[in-house]
């Protein structure tokens, strides 16, 4: 980035974090407002910003944020209560995933007809991960159970990596070089998928777990600095990441477990851990999300016609909630509530590392119809989650009190001590 640019990222900072309170009620987000700014300084407007979307920098940016987002996120987890209701995330990851893939697929293919199968199953599976982080303030709301916080963030912590292998296996697919596997290919796509989860999770488990114990030891024994606690963040979310990426792990996945880890064999290190990951890792989202602003829309600007925006909105409103819907039948949640967690699959950061990925292999031509669509639904889903993340929170938890449902309301307290899934009607 050239200095005006920085200039202006800094003020902007500076800027929107001394109304931010404010902001927030009126659910104007920091990515709206961060990529608003990127589409001001890009080459669609005042043209400051000289980087092009196959630059190597900006997939490092994007992955770099989206590991420290993931293991700060992760690492706030409080796993006892995911323990109690581990069959909700679970079935929106092993059933709600792939269904999302398969009907994403399918719309893909009726309205966006130049693609062939290959290219729709890629596209949505670029589309399938979410972005928990474009929904902060249902996050951090006090008003909704944390049952519900919890399994938002742990669904879009995990399926980001989920989707990555594949990713490259429809990648190969579609024509990507250099992916075409040797031998029996169902054997070597299922050796790739069960390397990549297996050894991310193992990967991720022990640098958390380890070094967590290890930085704990240290902090208690007061030989720590308290900068380097800190930025034990940032290095244990790169171990666990480029550890798993060496012996061919996801790293991503390895990110967020390695977080899950270290916030649970920690506890005086914990605080201050998650607190700078987190500060680090929203810094690098906005930039990112100036950055797409910047370069990625505009691009897809170009390539964009009227069938593209219309696949982004049936992706949002259409695909994943029903997806999660399906995965969710028969749990006993409140229709609302499966509604609730459908809608609030906000694309992002992993869209954006994929589509980046994507225009590194397939090639600038190939790869454009399906980098402007992901621009696309992301530009959209920043909007329409942002502006409704706040909203539809203040409704949900009005809706559950509305109810005057005491025995539902309990039932929430009893599984955030560790009550059973089939004993809730939530």
Excluded: C
């Excluded at 240290?218 to 606690?229: I, L, N, P, S």
């Excluded at 920043?382 to 706040?390: D, F, K, N, W």
């Amino acid at each position: 980035m050239e200095s005006p640019t920085l200039l202006i990222l800094a003020v902007a900072i500076l800027a929107y974090g001394l109304v931010s309170r404010h902001l927030r009620k009126i659910s104007l987000t920091a990515p709206i407002v961060f990529a608003a700014l990127g589409v001001l300084i890009g080459s669609a407007a005042l043209d400051l910003f000289d980087v092009d979307i196959a630059s190597h920098q900006i997939e490092i940016l994007a992955e770099l944020t989206l590991v420290l987002v993931l293991f700060a996120d992760a690492a706030g987890i409080d796993l006892r209560l995911l323990h109690a209701d581990q069959a909700v995330p679970a079935r929106m990851l092993v059933i709600g995933l792939p269904l999302a893939v398969l009907l994403g697929t399918g719309a893909a293919l009726l309205l966006l007809p130049g693609l062939g199968l290959w290219q729709a199953a890629l596209l949505a599976t670029m589309l399938a991960p979410t972005d928990a982080a474009l929904a902060r303030s249902v996050l951090v709301d006090d008003r909704l159970p944390t049952r519900v916080k919890q399994t938002i963030n742990a669904e879009s912590g995990l399926n980001d990596g989920l989707a990555l292998p594949l990713v490259f296996l429809f990648l190969a697919l579609a024509g990507a070089s250099g992916q075409a596997p040797d031998g029996n290919p169902l054997i070597h796509w299922t050796g790739f998928f069960t390397a990549q989860v297996g050894l991310g999770i193992i990967v991720g488990v022990a640098a958390g777990g380890i070094s967590g114990r290890l930085v704990e030891r240290a902090v208690t024994a007061g030989e720590m600095d308290k900068m380097f606690e800190r930025l034990s963040a940032v290095a244990l979310a790169l171990l666990a990441y480029v550890g798993a990426s060496l012996i061919g792990g996801n790293g991503f996945i390895a990110a967020f477990t390695g977080g899950m880890a270290f916030g649970r064999f920690t506890r005086r290190a914990r605080k201050p851990v998650i607190s700078f990951g987190e500060t680090e890792g929203q810094l690098l989202a906005l930039i990112t999300f100036v950055v797409f602003g910047a370069v990625m829309l505009p691009q897809a600007l170009g390539e964009v016609d009227w069938r593209m925006p219309v696949f982004a909105l049936v992706s949002l409103f259409l695909v994943r909630p029903l997806a999660i819907w399906l995965s969710l039948t028969g749990t006993g949640l409140l229709a609302t509530t499966k509604l609730f967690f459908g809608w609030f699959g906000p694309r992002g950061l992993a869209s954006i590392v994929f589509a980046l990925i994507v225009e590194s292999q397939l090639g600038a031509g190939q790869a454009a119809p399906l980098v402007a669509t992901v621009a696309v639904t992301v530009g959209l889903s920043v909007i329409l989650h942002g502006l409704s993340a706040g909203p539809l929170a203040a409704l949900y938890a009005r809706r559950l009190q509305a109810r005057g449902d005491k025995d539902a309301l309990m039932e929430f307290a009893r599984v955030e001590h560790g009550s059973d899934l089939k004993k809730s009607r939530f």
